[in-house]
T-cell receptor
Framework: GAGVSQSPSNKVTEKGKDVELRCDPI?????LYWYRQSLGQGLEFLIY????????KSGLPSDRFSAERTGGSVSTLTIQRTQQEDSAVYLC????????????FGPGTRLLVL | KQEVTQIPAALSVPEGENLVLNCSFT??????LQWFRQDPGKGLTSLLL?????REQTSGRLNASLDKSSGRSTLYIAASQPGDSATYLC????????????FGQGTTLQVKP
């Protein structure tokens, strides 16, 4: 596609439910990143994929958060047993190869946990 | 601890003014630094990427400079326009092994007609 796409654009869920957020990177981009943007914390790194492997998961805030990437393309970020503090905008980015490249961001998924 | 700071948090200028946005970072051993723009309710748009070996990058009316030794980067916007109104974010990558960017809190710019 022309850019990074994310779905859904908005998600409202109840505390304790699981949610899945999807990211489609720019075609051909091997590196994929997830970030979270919240009012109190600014923009925080969550996880980095190179191909299907995740060499850096250091930003995942708890074991309720997990992510996978299949076929070197689409990625899914899963949050289990959501809490109100998980409410944020979840942003996905991709880059052509990895560390030297510009990261291109998607529009984000706005998650609200009630 | 590796941190990125942007000052001021907000800036308002009249149209046509040249302006400078500031970004400072701890630990001068950066890999690269990227400037982004974010419009309300939208994702991030990449503006300029400066590798650690570079001193500046230019794109149109934008010029970003990097001084690693002092831990600073500046984004210069020439002849500002109302359409430049947005939040500008500075992000630093410290490692070549990970794509992890550490972001500043941003500077929200308002350019008044």
């Amino acid at each position: 596609g022309a850019g990074v796409s994310q779905s859904p654009s908005n998600k409202v869920t109840e505390k304790g439910k699981d949610v899945e957020l999807r990211c489609d990177p720019i075609s051909g981009h091997t590196a994929l990143y997830w970030y979270r943007q919240s009012l109190g914390q600014g923009l925080e790194f969550l996880i980095y994929f190179q191909g299907n492997s995740a060499p850096d998961k250091s930003g995942l805030p708890s074991d309720r958060f997990s992510a996978e990437r299949t076929g070197g393309s689409v990625s899914t970020l899963t949050i289990q047993r959501t809490q109100q503090e998980d409410s944020a905008v979840y942003l996905c980015a991709s880059s052509l190869h990895g560390s030297q490249e510009t990261q291109y961001f998607g529009p984000g998924t706005r998650l609200l946990v009630l | 601890k590796q941190e990125v700071t942007q000052i001021p948090a907000a800036l308002s200028v009249p149209e046509g003014e040249n302006l400078v946005l500031n970004c400072s970072f701890t630990d001068s051993a950066i890999y690269n630094l990227q400037w982004f723009r974010q419009d309300p309710g939208k994702g991030l748009t990449s503006l300029l990427l400066i590798q650690s070996s570079q001193r500046e990058q230019t794109s149109g009316r934008l010029n970003a400079s990097l001084d690693k030794s002092s831990g600073r980067s500046t984004l210069y916007i020439a002849a500002s326009q109302p359409g430049d109104s947005a939040t500008y974010l500075c992000a630093v990558r410290w490692s070549s092994n990970t794509g992890k960017l550490i972001f500043g809190q941003g500077t929200t710019l308002q350019v008044k007609p």
